[in-house]
Structure formats: structure tokens, C-alpha cells
């Protein structure tokens, strides 16, 4: 892994939401240097930019002006919300596909020769089908998915692109005081389920997610990593066996 003291330049796309803005502030504590890109402006990322996210021709130009200065990693930490019908559907599915497709011209402009990690967020709800999602909740996120795994494959000689996914579902919010009785309840059932008796919270994901920026240092590209401490494995026939 690259030296701390390099002061690696980290791009997160969403670095005011939830868990960008917990993103960021974990990197500036692991030393490095953080440009966030926001609809406002991060007063507390290294260097920020602010951008139109109804806007391709907004992303495409403040990713050239970013990829100029050879960050070490891009990670896609927006995402879609309260979309809990199927009522503008369009309007999301453009939301979340915009940054993807404005970095994957941006790249394809690179004339010299650079390696880049991407890393995005994503949802189990692309590999497993959630009742309490809405229909387009699931197909957005598995559109985002494919968008993120094919910058791997863009045909540019100049560039060697690293890009990954990380997929989770419930997790604990280790920066907030207390859950709701409801949400509580529920990570105390995961972790009887779960064959490592935990749940995932947010330094896990954050850890992943450091890792993931230097994945040309170990060879991973274009895989979804689940980060869920082996609850996927557990078989749901089983888990109803041990209710009933």
C-alpha cells in the first residue's frame, strides 16, 4: 500500500452525504489529501468542487480538471434517495448514471499513461431481491453496478483502470449515539444469524473501502465485494428452520 505520508489524492463523489462525508473525514485522518465533489460546498475536504447533478457536461468538466492532477482513486459514494415508487423513475436512473458516464469520457480524453482505482458503493439489493424496496430501487442500483464495472474495460492504451464495488446492506452507524428500538432489534437478529457474530458497521466498510484504492497494488478489478462479515452465506431455509 502507498505511503501515508504521500498524501495520495482521493476523490469522493458525494463527500457531503451520510457516509461520504464519514469517508472523508476517515482519509484526512489517514493523512491524505481529499477532493470532494458535492452539489455544495465540503468546507471540510482538502480541495472541493461543486456540481450541477442534473448536469453530464457539469461532472465531465470537473473530472478532467480533477483527473489532471493524477488522483489515486475515484469512489462513487452518491446515492439515490426516498425513491420508493416507481414515479421518476427516469430522473433517478439519469442521477446515478451521470458521474459514471462523464468520468468514463473524461478517461477516454487521457493522453498519457496513469493508473486509476475506482471504488463504488452499491446495494445486496443487485444480487438479492429486498420486499421493502421499491422495483426501481433495484434497477438503478444494478444499472449503477454495470456502469461502474465497465470503466475496467474502456479502451484507452494510455490507462490502466482498477474498478471495483462493494456491496452492503444494513450496517451500524458507529457515529451516532443510539438506533431506534426497531433498528436495534434487527442488528441483534443479524448477529445471532451471522457465522461471525457481528454486524458490519461503518469503520468496516470505511476500512474496505481505503483498501479498494489501492487495488492496483494487489490485482483486483472488476469484482463486487460483499461486505456483510458472511451473512450472504447463510441460507435462508436454514434460518427459517431455526425459527419455526
Known sequence: MSKISKKNKIVIV????????????????KGEFVMGISKNIDYKASN???????????????FEIILKQSPKAVIFCHRVREL???????????QELLPYIALKEAFRN????????????????TQNWNK??????????AASEQAALGLAFLKNDNLKIFSNIILFGEYKNIFLNSHDDQK????????????????????????????LCFADNCGINAQRIT??????????ESYLRSII
Not at 14 to 27: A, I, Y
Not at 48 to 62: G, L, Q, V
Not at 110 to 125: A, G, L, P
Not at 184 to 211: A, C, G, Q
Open 110 to 125: 487521457i493522453k498519457t499513461k496513469n493508473t486509476f482505482n475506482v471504488v463504488s458503493y452499491s446495494s445486496v439489493c
Open 84 to 94: 420508493d415508487s416507481d414515479d421518476d423513475f427516469k430522473e433517478y436512473m439519469s
Open 184 to 211: 436495534s432489534k434487527l442488528f441483534d437478529e443479524i448477529i445471532n444469524v451471522n457465522p461471525s457474530k457481528l454486524i458490519v458497521d461503518s469503520n468496516h466498510l470505511l476500512e474496505t473501502t481505503y483498501r
Open 14 to 29: 458525494g463527500s457531503n452525504g451520510k457516509l461520504g462525508s464519514q469517508l472523508r473525514d476517515f482519509l484526512i485522518k
Open 132 to 141: 421493502d424496496v421499491s422495483y426501481a430501487y433495484h434497477i438503478v442500483k
Open 227 to 236: 461486505v456483510d462479515a458472511g451473512l450472504n452465506s447463510v441460507s435462508i
Open 48 to 62: 472541493s468542487f461543486t456540481i450541477n447533478h442534473n448536469s453530464k457536461k457539469s461532472y465531465k468538466e470537473t
